[in-house]
């Protein structure tokens, strides 16, 4: 059984910090795609990073050079290192996961597996 568990959310001023983990189990982990997303209140669900066995990343236009998607895939974690937050980054932070070709769109259509989110506030 996926379980995914989102960890490291919190509150911060605008241009601070934050990291969030995803600790993965269930499954083998690199045989699946991963990916990070977002719900604020009354918004559509959105990428915003998303990573492969590999490596290999994509972002969403509004993070890029601003967060980083990592993961260690000896502790089956996903990591997501957030700077220069916005007070639009506000929002519920979730970790999902994928076998589904296209990853790199950053539609959570396409991601099978979630996390039970984690709550980011940027504060102005």
């Known amino acids: 059984q996926v379980q995914l568990v989102e960890s490291g959310g919190g509150s911060v001023q605008s241009g601070g910090s934050l990291r969030l983990s995803c600790a993965a189990s269930?499954?083998?982990?690199?045989?699946?795609?991963m990916g990070w997303f977002r719900q604020a209140p009354g918004k559509e669900r959105e990428g915003v990073a998303a990573?492969?066995?590999?490596?290999?990343?994509s972002y969403a236009d509004s993070v890029q050079g601003r967060f980083t998607i990592s993961q260690d895939n000896h502790k089956n974690t996903l990591y997501l290192q957030m700077n220069s937050l916005k007070p639009e980054d506000t929002a519920m932070y979730y970790c999902?996961?994928?076998?589904?070709?296209?990853?790199?769109?950053?539609?959570?259509?396409?991601?099978?597996?979630w996390g039970q989110g984690t709550q980011v506030t940027v504060s102005s």
């Open positions: 999902a996961a994928t076998t589904r070709a296209g990853w790199w769109l950053l539609r959570w259509t396409d991601f099978l597996y």
């Open positions: 269930g499954y083998t982990y690199s045989s699946y795609y």
């Open positions: 990573i492969d066995s590999d490596g290999s990343t």
